[in-house]
């Protein structure tokens, strides 16, 4: 379980949007490229041919430079009006919205973690996740981009740019990805201490995968199958998680963490920090300040066999 695997690169573009960035990319460097190689071989070809400065004074050599003059400062206009011009042409036609099979997401940033919510008019159709965006591919999705507290900043370069999120004011982002993968999607506005392990992990899979997702997100949490099971529920329910967490179908309804209805189906913890494994949720519980200092979470010093049995309901939520 590495971040190595999702791809988070504008050079690697895997939405209809970043391809068209791409391509302006690939376009500036080219152009860059060949007005660098034309100045190089005019600086050579000037230095090789270089005059003694009164060899020649004659009125037809000042015409001819004043002439170089005027077209070198003509190709800079012109190539940068181009620029200009393709630069405000693919700005707007980002910025326009498709409106056909459109999923939709809300994005709320929070000190250090991102809360999911995908829209549906039938309420209980409704999901809720945190950290983790799963998405189909070929499918338009506008995500709905608020804050919480200060501004945060989404950035999937592979998939749609960057775009703020900002306290009291809603921005839209969408994109259309083109190839099915995990992508890298980080906070790009210092937001505080923990700014940097703010991520979230966007998963591009087809129609069919996601549609299993989403249905499995859609049920409340799995019943607990054994008894040890069952007091880890009653230990989440009865201690400080519940203030602060929700799970579908138990009295937990906190709203200030991320829910926990599946978390056993996320691959990360504390937005990116740690894998999803056994011990580092036992580490994350236990001592949170240690792993990701100033985060809202506080320290809980469960008894052993407590923590276990928190562990084995924690597990069970797929
Ligand atoms: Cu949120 Cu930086």
Not at 123 to 140: D, I, K, M, S, Y
Not at 234 to 259: M, R, W
Not at 277 to 285: D, F, P, S, V
Request: hydrophobic fraction near 45%; include cysteine.
């Amino acid at each position: 379980m590495t971040w190595l695997q999702a791809a988070h690169s504008a050079l690697h573009p895997a939405s209809a949007q970043a391809d068209r960035v791409g391509r302006l990319y690939n376009f500036l460097l080219i152009v860059a490229v060949l007005v660098f190689v034309a100045v190089m071989v005019a600086a050579l070809w000037a230095a090789w041919r270089r005059r003694p400065i009164d060899e020649d004074t004659s009125p037809a050599r000042d015409a001819r430079a004043h002439r170089v003059i005027f077209a070198g400062a003509a190709a800079t206009v012109a190539i940068l009006f181009v620029a200009l011009v393709y630069d405000l042409a693919l700005g707007r036609s980002l910025t326009r919205r498709a409106t056909r099979e459109m999923l939709t997401v809300r994005i709320t940033g929070h000190q250090w973690w991102w809360e999911v919510e995908y829209e549906d008019p039938t309420p209980q159709n409704r999901v809720r996740t945190a950290n983790e965006l799963h998405v189909p591919v070929g499918q338009t999705v506008a995500l709905k981009l608020a804050s919480a507290d200060v501004i945060h900043s989404f950035w999937a370069p592979s998939l749609g740019g960057k775009k703020d999120l900002i306290p009291g004011h809603h921005n839209e982002l969408w994109f259309t990805p083109t190839e099915p993968g995990l992508y890298r999607m980080q906070c790009a506005e210092f937001c505080g201490l923990q700014h940097a392990y703010m991520a979230l992990e966007v998963v591009v899979e087809d129609s069919k995968k996601f549609a299993q997702w989403i249905n499995a997100q859609r049920k409340p949490a799995a019943t607990p199958p054994d008894t040890l099971t069952a007091r880890g529920k009653l230990v989440f329910e009865s201690g400080p998680c519940a203030t602060c967490h929700a799970i579908a179908g138990t009295s937990a309804a906190g709203t200030i963490g991320p829910d926990l209805t599946h978390i056993a189906s996320r691959r990360w913890l504390a937005s990116g920090r740690l894998g999803n494994t056994r011990a580092n949720l036992a580490g994350w519980i236990v001592d949170p300040q240690r792993i990701k200092p100033g985060v809202l979470m506080p320290s809980n010093g469960l008894e052993p066999a407590d923590l276990q049995a928190l562990l084995n309901y924690l597990a069970s939520l797929k």
